[in-house]
Structures are given as structure tokens and as C-alpha cells.
């Protein structure tokens, strides 16, 4: 199973052309994947349920939740709102993510999620999200995205996180400063319990978190895909998720020796 290079499963989210229904993913994704770990990436499309889940996940080492401008329903955490008030919605994404999360960690099957796919494990595991990051003076060091910027711009180190000293993200990061952009209207409001916190921004928004009791869980709120391979903090995350990839694969080979 995955032999020389890691297969990594990367979720794609629904869009419209024309009229028509697609699938879309950005390639940053798939470089970060490519390039920071020699990852062969598989595009997993939002029409993926459990049944297809199921078939496809033996064949992956590890699996990267993208990020996107859609946000999670509000009552999928127990809160009210509509398109207006939170949206815009991936209803196909939801309804995907959440199978394949589960499954995953049902597997214990290596799991990255960034920004959306972060917030969606968050909310599998029972907790819950804010809509008010962008209104909310308290959260000063986040501002709304300036799509009009270039890539460089939009991507750029926004605030620094505050790791907690002795979560997961910090054993992979070490000691020192580290500053992460910032693209997102949502945020983590209440933790699921079964989760660790590992960061939080200056203006005390949750950044990372991870289940301790997983080979690799791991939820970022950042892009760290983003020209990952020229990024320190992104390049050694995405090593410790091959590091993780590589232990499953040893561990099912030494069940397969007996």
C-alpha cells in the first residue's frame, strides 16, 4: 500500500458552469502534496458518499481536507441562519466531508484539514462554529479577504499563533515565532471535546487543534498549502503528515506478517 510514494486523497468542492454541475480544487493543494512530500494526490469529488468511501479509503495513505469561500450550514452545529446570514453553502461538500471525516477517523487513517476541511472535523466531533470574525472588533488582526490582491498579497503572514506548549503542533513547529496568513469569515467557536487546542491567533481565535489519540489528526484554520515547499512552518506540517502516513503503512505491513 502506497508503496514508494504516498497516495493522498485530496476533497474537491462543488461548483457551477454554465449552468452545468462540476468539481473543482485549487492546485495549490495538489502541489503542496507533490512537491513539500512526493505525495501522488487523488481528487476525491463531493459525489463521493460512504459507499464510495468505503472502496477508495484502503487504497489512500492519507487524506487533506481543502479549504473554500463556501461555509458550513449552521444547522449541521446546532445554530440557526440561512444563505444570507452564513452562507454561501456547499450542501454536497457537507454531506461528503462528513463521511469521509468519519470514516477516516473511524480508520485512523492520517488526516489534514485546512481552513473549511478544519472546521468540518470540528463540527463532526460535536463542536461547534462562529459567523462573527469579520464584525467582531475583538478580532482585530482579522480582517475580510481582498480578493483584488494578488495571490502574494492575500496569502501573506497576517498574525503570529500562540502554540500551546505542549500540543502537537508545537513538537512539529518548535520553539520560536510563527506567523500564518489569514482568509476566513468562520472560526471555531467551542472545541469538540474528543480535541486538543494547539493555537490560537493574537486576537484569541482558535488556529490548530488535534486528537490525541490519532496517528494524525491534525485541523488548521490557515492556508498552509500556499506555496507550501518555500514556506517553513507549511513544509514541516506537511512532513510530519508523511511521517504519520509512513507509520500507518508500517504498522499494516507488520499485521500482514502476523
Sequence with gaps: MGGSAPIVGILATSTSDAGL????????????????IDAVPLILPTLFGKKEFERILPMLDGVILTG????????????????????????????????????????????????????????????TMRNDVN?????????????????????????????????????????????????????????APALMLDAISEDGLIEAFHHPDKRFFLGLQWHAEF??????????????FSKAMASKNQSLTALAKG
Design 135 to 191: 464584525e467582531n472588533k475583538a478580532f482585530d488582526r482579522h480582517h475580510p479577504t481582498d480578493y483584488s490582491q494578488p495571490p502574494n498579497q492575500r496569502y501573506g503572514a497576517a498574525h503570529e499563533l500562540k502554540l500551546e506548549a505542549y500540543g502537537l503542533l508545537a513538537e512539529i513547529l518548535g520553539p520560536g515565532s510563527h506567523s500564518v496568513n489569514s482568509l476566513h469569515e468562520q472560526a471555531v467557536e467551542t472545541l
Design 68 to 127: 473554500d469561500a463556501s461555509n458550513l450550514q449552521p444547522s449541521l452545529y446546532g445554530a440557526g441562519g440561512d444563505e444570507k446570514s452564513h452562507g454561501p453553502f456547499d450542501t454536497k461538500r457537507d454531506s461528503s466531508a462528513f463521511e469521509l471525516i468519519q470514516l477516516a477517523f473511524d480508520r485512523d487513517v492520517p488526516l489534514l484539514g485546512i481552513c473549511r476541511g478544519m472546521q468540518e472535523m470540528n463540527v463532526v466531533l460535536g463542536g
Design 21 to 36: 454541475d462540476a468539481q473543482i480544487i485549487d492546485d495549490k493543494y495538489l502541489l503542496a502534496a507533490m512537491e513539500v
Design 227 to 240: 506555496a507550501a515547499k518555500d514556506n517553513e512552518i507549511s513544509s514541516a506540517i506537511f512532513t510530519a
